[in-house]
């Protein structure tokens, strides 16, 4: 079999996997009309009633659809920013790293942008914020950490992490806590874990959580509100 048709047949095998992903659960179904959830040229999007000049952009993890973060959208939106989660190229950040220009360009009324993600959405979201810093007021990560170095910026930066993530662990966010700026926060979730960043259910290789999953969103929703309203 010839090179051509091995890289055929590795990107078939992807796209293939790319597919088993996970969907929103049914706590997210109870909690959120998905059917009112408006869908915009590059996902979803959460527009306040009263909005406050200020966005946030929100980058999904691996294989988890982006409706399974709209409690988040929902719940931030309640308080005046808008919010998008772009529909990521197969469901991988690194895929669609360059998404949030486009939703910036769609609201030139926002004043403050700040972006962020879940896993490996929130690598994709640094990967934008170290050549656009001057285009964000901040960047956030969701279980995850930067790929680059941060060390020199003064970017304001915050990591939400849970004491009981099997796939982020507490020892990786401590080994990598050289690579945030100086102007950064570091906010254990007790008893948090990895799928419940998300509304999606249980993920493979993660440890249970000792809270329910609304009462990690809940925590997610107040700490990125205090860390906003400081920047």
Same mark, same amino acid.
């Given at each position: 079999?010839?090179?051509?048709?091995?890289?055929?047949?590795?990107?078939?095998?992807?796209?293939?996997?790319?597919?088993?992903?996970?969907?929103?659960?049914?706590? &997210? $179904?109870?909690?959120?009309? #998905?059917?009112?959830?408006?869908? =915009? @040229?590059?996902?979803?999007?959460? *527009? %306040?009633?009263?909005?406050?000049?200020?966005?946030?952009?929100?980058?999904?993890?691996?294989?988890?659809?982006?409706?399974?973060?709209?409690?988040?959208?929902?719940?931030?939106?309640?308080?005046?920013?808008?919010?998008?989660?772009?529909?990521?190229?197969?469901?991988?950040?690194?895929?669609?790293?360059?998404?949030?220009?486009?939703?910036?360009?769609?609201?030139?009324?926002?004043?403050?942008?700040?972006?962020?993600?879940?896993?490996?959405?929130?690598?994709?979201?640094?990967?934008?914020?170290?050549?656009?810093?001057?285009? &964000? $007021?901040?960047?956030?990560? #969701?279980?995850?950490?930067?790929? =680059? @170095?941060?060390?020199?910026?003064? *970017? %304001?930066?915050?990591?939400?992490?849970?004491?009981?993530?099997?796939?982020?662990?507490?020892?990786?966010?401590?080994?990598?806590?050289?690579?945030?700026?100086?102007?950064?926060?570091?906010?254990?979730?007790?008893?948090?874990?990895?799928?419940?960043?998300?509304?999606?259910?249980?993920?493979?290789?993660?440890?249970?959580?000792?809270?329910?999953?609304?009462?990690?969103?809940?925590?997610?929703?107040?700490?990125?509100?205090?860390?906003?309203?400081?920047?």
């Amino acid at each position: 079999m010839g090179i051509g048709a091995l890289v055929a047949l590795a990107v078939i095998g992807f796209i293939l996997y790319a597919q088993f992903d996970y969907g929103p659960s049914e706590v &997210l $179904a109870e909690k959120v009309d #998905l059917d009112v959830v408006k869908s =915009g @040229d590059h996902g979803l999007v959460f *527009l %306040p009633e009263n909005p406050n000049g200020q966005g946030l952009i929100l980058y999904q993890g691996a294989k988890v659809e982006a409706e399974a973060y709209a409690y988040l959208g929902e719940k931030l939106s309640e308080q005046g920013y808008t919010v998008s989660i772009p529909q990521l190229p197969l469901k991988f950040g690194i895929f669609g790293v360059k998404k949030a220009e486009a939703v910036i360009e769609d609201y030139p009324e926002i004043t403050s942008w700040f972006i962020g993600g879940h896993s490996l959405g929130g690598v994709a979201a640094a990967m934008y914020a170290e050549e656009h810093q001057d285009k &964000l $007021a901040g960047l956030f990560f #969701l279980g995850s950490y930067p790929p =680059g @170095d941060f060390a020199e910026s003064e *970017l %304001p930066m915050l990591s939400l992490y849970g004491e009981n993530d099997g796939l982020t662990s507490l020892e990786d966010i401590e080994n990598n806590r050289a690579l945030f700026s100086s102007n950064s926060e570091f906010i254990e979730i007790p008893g948090g874990n990895h799928a419940q960043f998300g509304l999606y259910g249980e993920q493979k290789g993660d440890n249970p959580a000792s809270i329910s999953p609304l009462d990690q969103q809940d925590f997610i929703v107040e700490a990125l509100l205090n860390w906003i309203k400081d920047k």
